[in-house]
């Protein structure tokens, strides 16, 4: 799990400026193809989740721990269908980069 959340802020990290303002072509997962949430769990305390998103970005985080030849684990990364209402995540970060867009576009005006 940790490698992920790593790799996605690399990724974000390395996004310019200019990548910013480009529509995203998908706003579930602001073409990152992964998504991190949080979940209480049973232990009472906060943990960090990621979930694949379904669209061509998610497909490279795809591991299917049972269906491995070498290293048979139950682990799998869920997709974002199985964890959280992709419909209502789309419009919150839609609205986001709107937002931010609109603001980018008044510092340069
Ligand atoms: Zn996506």
Same mark, same amino acid.
């Given at each position: 799990?940790?490698?992920?959340?790593?790799?996605?802020?690399?990724?974000?990290?390395?996004?310019?400026? %200019?990548?910013?303002?480009?529509?995203?072509?998908? *706003? @579930?997962?602001? /073409? +990152?193809? @992964?998504?991190?949430?949080?979940?209480? +769990?049973?232990?009472?305390?906060?943990?960090?989740?990621?979930?694949?998103? +379904? #669209?061509?970005?998610?497909?490279?985080?795809?591991?299917?721990?049972?269906? #491995?030849? /070498?290293?048979?684990?139950?682990?799998? @990364?869920?997709?974002? /269908? %199985?964890?959280? /209402?992709?419909?209502?995540?789309?419009?919150?970060? *839609?609205?986001?980069? @709107?937002?931010?867009?609109?603001?980018?576009?008044?510092?340069?005006?």
């Amino acid at each position: 799990m940790q490698g992920i959340a790593e790799r996605v802020e690399e990724l974000q990290k390395n996004k310019t400026n %200019e990548e910013d303002k480009k529509q995203p072509k998908c *706003f @579930i997962c602001m /073409d +990152t193809g @992964i998504i991190l949430y949080k979940r209480i +769990t049973s232990f009472g305390y906060e943990a960090e989740y990621a979930a694949r998103c +379904t #669209c061509s970005a998610g497909n490279q985080y795809i591991y299917e721990g049972r269906e #491995c030849k /070498d290293h048979k684990s139950e682990y799998r @990364i869920a997709t974002i /269908d %199985e964890v959280l /209402d992709k419909y209502e995540l789309a419009q919150n970060n *839609f609205q986001q980069w @709107i937002a931010k867009s609109r603001e980018a576009t008044n510092h340069e005006g």
